[in-house]
């Protein structure tokens, strides 16, 4: 959530470990400006009951859709739901130009301001439609657009995204499969995604149990060939979250994830025996 230009932190459901939508009132204030829900994982967040919250409260609603393009919730996609949204196209995400990203403007009242932004500051757009008879700076803005190279680049991975999209669902749902028998031994806990959430195969993660050495079984799943890793320090208590803003009320289900989430390798062309290594070596050095 964004209170007056601060971010304020409140933590997440245990289930999808996206923004528990029942925490956002208690941590609403005169100075909120916006709700920030992050797609995580490229699964929904709980947008209903998070625009109700902002319509009752008179707020803006800014996606993070970063890992959501191509996912879906109650059949909108991410990123379209709020006033704004935004998408990544980093080397790391499932559609990719290397670097750089872009914005969905879902609020007609936000359109001309993000024109300006985009346009170096100035009025540009204006010009260029006719509407003013030269274009001059308005505000803050930089040098968003992309080269042209970057941008065909990016078309041709836009061109594919359902494919793409398609094949990293197919190995999401294979490794959910092979781990079932894993997570009824109570040997890890698989991604829950609702149904109502249709989801891009972002990534694929398992949370350990209470208690399991993460930094023992990483070490295990190297020695064997295996590439996994852990995912991000909680904004709340990185540095500049410390400095720059504050959390609201205990963040214990953040803690927990961050402590015990192991992201295995994704990636279109990942084979099924190269799977079966993965799995395997999960077997090899996982408690129990």
Not at 175 to 195: I, K, N, S, T
Request: net charge negative; proline share 5%; charged share 25%.
């Amino acid at each position: 959530m964004l209170r007056g230009g601060v971010p304020v932190f409140v933590d997440v459901r245990e289930d999808t470990l996206n923004l528990d939508e029942s925490r956002i009132e208690a941590a609403i204030t005169p100075r909120t400006r916006a709700i920030v829900p992050v797609h995580y994982a490229g699964v929904a967040c709980e947008m209903d009951p998070i625009m109700d919250i902002a319509r009752r409260h008179g707020l803006m609603v800014i996606e993070d859709a970063a890992q959501g393009v191509m996912s879906r919730y109650r059949g909108r996609p991410l990123g379209a739901i709020g006033d704004l949204g935004t998408f990544s196209f980093h080397e790391t995400k499932n559609i990719i130009s290397g670097e750089g990203g872009a914005l969905i403007v879902g609020n007609a009242d936000l359109v001309e301001r993000a024109e300006i932004i985009r346009e170096k500051g100035t009025d540009r757009s204006r010009f260029f439609r006719g509407q003013v008879d030269k274009y001059t700076w308005q505000e803050a803005g930089s040098s968003f657009l992309p080269g042209e190279l970057i941008a065909s680049f990016l078309w041709a991975q836009l061109e594919e995204a359902q494919a793409i999209t398609a094949a990293r669902l197919a190995i999401w749902a294979r490794y959910h499969a092979a781990l079932a028998p894993f997570e009824l031994a109570g040997r890890l806990r698989r991604p829950v995604v609702p149904d109502h959430c249709a989801h891009n195969a972002h990534l694929y993660y398992i949370l350990l149990p209470e208690g399991a050495d993460r930094d023992a079984v990483l070490r295990g799943l190297a020695e064997r060939g295996v590439g996994a890793v852990f995912h991000y320090v909680p904004l709340h208590s990185s540095p500049a979250g410390r400095r720059f803003g504050r959390a609201v009320g205990n963040m214990q289900v953040t803690g927990m994830a961050a402590e015990r989430l192991i992201r295995l390798p994704v990636w279109v062309g990942l084979g099924p025996e190269q799977q079966d290594r993965v799995i395997e070596a999960l077997d090899a050095v996982l408690p129990g």
